[in-house]
């Protein structure tokens, strides 16, 4: 396996609120999502880190929404309690969301985002 890249000083990982995009959870806390931080969360350990994945973690590079944790209750077909991950990305979105979904952010200072 090889290593998590690493998250820059400064840059703040939460989980955003369930429907809640990257952009809106960040800027409840006066900060900015950063697109270049969140791929250096764009991964099952950073997941794992701050949300349950109780049913595991993948990677699926159509998803929009990823990083994310699909919330408990959600219908079946969507995956309910399994995380995540944009494979092979090169870039991952700030302002996508989905109502079953909890997203995980990467968040700066607004000068540094």
Known sequence: MKNAPRVPE??????????????????????ACSPTAMLTIN???ALRE???CEAG??????????PSYVVYGTAKPLSPTLCFVR??????????????VQRLCACAPPSAA
């Open 57 to 66: 973690c993948q990677e699926d590079a159509a998803r929009q929404d990823a």
């Open 87 to 100: 494979g092979n990305a090169d870039a991952v979105s700030c302002g996508a969301a989905a109502t079953h």
């Open 50 to 52: 701050r949300l349950p």
């Open 10 to 31: 400064g840059v703040h990982v939460l989980a955003g609120k369930k429907g809640q995009d990257c952009s809106a959870a960040c800027k409840a806390l006066g900060l």
């Open 43 to 45: 991964h099952c350990d």
